[in-house]
């Protein structure tokens, strides 16, 4: 049986104070660009639209016909107040990193070839982002919303477990990166099946093209940020530098969420004139 032995307080990463103080003034920067972006998203879109939640209910024991269940709905989530949220957690966490504490431990684990705040972050903020592109495509059922946000987070977790037992100038252990792979392909899948199957139905009416288009922009973000890991763990190009790979976590995490929020908004959340 092979034994993994990590020393969690041993630096792998040389970075220069004036390399870590760049750094702080650029997430500083970025939280102040999710802030304004989420703000804008709660000021300026109408806040009365919702995506509405369901149960099903089959009255009857199992093997019921569904045409004799009742669909009932409990409650919806405001798409502006939704699109906000994801929008102020990143925010948060740039903050909490550019604070006197939180940079001093995010200088500590950036030494240590890691960011557990990040990880942190996404399994919370990604986590509702997926969700919400589950309600926009009409995946309404509570339990399958519950379970597609958990099944991300355990992909985002996956990417911390990555980190923790891996160092950049060591040798590699793929296994938590493949199954965070495996785990991530669960809630495209679900949002896939769901349009596919809808499609064949005669009569259904289709998601708007905004919503592919969504699917589309958002998915290939989602992959980019593990398409990161793994040139970092391969060393590739710029990617030897464990550096480089963590600000182009901070710009995919900050174009991915403006590019699922400001489509959301030009679609669904500007007032009827």
Known sequence: MTTLSVDFDAPTV??????????????????????????????????SVELATSTFNINGPP?????????????????ALGTAAFMYLSALFHFVIA????????????????????????????SLMIVLIALITGITDIAALIAI????????????????????????????????CIAGIGPWAAIAAYL?????????????TFVY?????IFIFFNSFALNQWLQYQGIGKWK???????????LSLLAKSALAWQIFANTLIPDA
């Open 14 to 47: 040389e970075i220069s104070e004036d390399r870590l103080r760049k750094l702080r003034s650029f997430n500083a920067l970025m939280g102040a660009l999710h802030f304004v972006s989420g703000t804008l998203m709660v000021t300026l879109g109408d806040t």
């Open 63 to 79: 093997g019921t016909a569904l045409a004799d269940g009742t669909l009932n709905e409990v409650g919806g989530l405001p798409i």
């Open 99 to 126: 604070a006197p504490g939180g940079f001093r431990f995010y200088s500590s684990e950036l030494r240590r070839g890691r960011n557990r705040l990040r990880w942190v972050e996404y399994s919370l903020s990604a």
């Open 149 to 180: 946000a958990f099944v991300n987070a355990s992909m985002i977790l996956f990417g911390w477990l990555m980190e923790m037992v891996n160092t950049p100038d060591g040798d590699r252990w793929w296994t938590p990166f493949w199954f965070g």
């Open 196 to 208: 596919v199957i809808n499609a064949g139905v005669d009569g259904a009416e289709q998601p708007p």
């Open 213 to 217: 288009g969504i699917i589309v922009t």
């Open 241 to 251: 530098d464990y550096v480089f790979g963590e600000t182009v976590y901070i710009v």
